[in-house]
């Protein structure tokens, strides 16, 4: 899709829109605008627009996220940034792609809080020649060709690496035989993380006949509904083996809510608990030995949308997917990260 044609019939209005932005702003330097830093120029009608519809504020996960967009999509960089949190509602990112689309942004890159309901407003996107990249979780949508391509991670493989971890530790303490009764904290219904992460847990409980899922509740990625769905499941189940919870947020929920009910979690304790996302505060609860393994969800996908995006200025094909890399954190291991993440 030739992207440069379609720039100059779009940015005559956005840079008028633009200079009036800066002039109301009492900053307007006319049309050169001086990056501070390495004093590069970038021209505001040479600017690539990005619009960027994020699915909330939910987790720390999404935080961190956002962050990686926000730090990538700069002046500095070349980029105007338009971004719109849609506080976890499909009907507000679909009201924020149609706003790109009547502001003919350059691209339009979103996380879709679930799957299903984007076939019009992409459609709307492709008759207006916007190229869309879709971040971290998935559409599904008929005609593929909506969208450019999807970055993310491989939830299914995140959800192997839990069940895969579990194995390992109860072969190291000699309870292949045991019966272990599981619970599960899901994320958002619906959503790709949710889906994936749930069927590549399954693919190795199945191979377990030892191995039985209680129940899976859903507690939508919130610390909040974490503690509450734990607090019922305790209630509702008194020998609780595993939890898997479907990210840091729902877990720091689950462990206040084992705490409450005088149980204890860990490998000292009575309830192992595994968890995804990997974020700075639940590593310190791995290196402790409270949260068993905690499963790596690789935040940082604005550099590479970035990437995907010089490619296509440059007329350049790009992929259908790319997978972020990530590994999963255990006690023996999560040292070094801790070490990095240190500020
Ligand atoms: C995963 C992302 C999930 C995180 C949660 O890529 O979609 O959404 O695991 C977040 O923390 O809410
Ligand atoms: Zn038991």
């Not at 069940?163 to 072969?171: A, C, I, N, S, V």
């Not at 000699?174 to 693919?203: D, K, M, Y």
């Not at 595994?274 to 905690?294: H, P, R, T, W, Y």
């Amino acid at each position: 899709m030739r992207v440069r044609e379609g720039r100059d019939r779009r940015h005559l209005w956005l840079s008028i829109l633009l200079a009036l932005l800066l002039a109301l702003a009492g900053c307007a330097k006319g049309e050169e605008e001086t990056a501070e830093g390495d004093g590069r120029t970038t021209p505001d009608q040479d600017l690539i627009v990005v619009g960027v519809s994020q699915i909330g504020s939910e987790s720390v996960w999404r935080t961190a996220n956002t962050l990686s967009i926000q730090e990538t999509f700069t002046k500095e960089n070349g980029y105007l940034l338009l971004f719109e949190n849609a506080r976890q509602k499909q009907e507000n990112q679909i009201k924020a792609l149609r706003s790109f689309i009547s502001q003919r942004v350059d691209y339009i890159v979103f996380s879709p809080v679930v799957e299903e309901g984007w076939d019009t407003v992409l459609q709307e996107a492709k008759e207006a020649g916007i190229p869309v990249i879709v971040i971290d979780r998935q559409v599904k949508v008929r005609d593929k060709s909506l969208y450019v391509t999807w970055i993310g991670s491989d939830f299914v493989y995140e959800g192997r690496l839990a069940g895969e971890t579990l194995e390992e530790y109860l072969r190291k303490e000699h309870r292949q035989q045991e019966s272990i009764r599981i619970v599960a904290l899901l994320g958002t219904e619906g959503a790709t993380a949710t889906i994936g992460r749930a069927a590549g847990f399954a693919s190795v409980a199945e191979e377990h006949e030892n191995w039985l899922i209680l129940e899976q509740a859903d507690a939508e990625f919130t610390t909040a509904k974490g503690q509450e769905e734990m607090e019922r499941l305790l209630k509702k189940y008194e020998d609780i083996d595993v939890v898997i919870s479907q990210n840091d947020d729902m877990t720091f929920g689950a462990l206040a809510a084992i705490e409450e009910a005088g149980r204890t979690a860990g490998e000292d304790g009575d309830i192992l608990v595994i968890s995804f996302d990997a974020v700075k505060n639940a590593l310190k609860l791995v290196e402790a030995g409270v949260i068993l393994a905690d499963v790596e969800c690789n935040p940082n996908q604005g550099e590479y949308v970035e990437k995907v995006i010089r490619k296509l200025e440059r007329g350049e094909a790009v992929a259908r997917l790319y997978f972020v890399p990530e590994t999963v954190f255990t006690k023996a291991d999560v040292a070094e990260r801790l070490l990095l993440e240190d500020d």
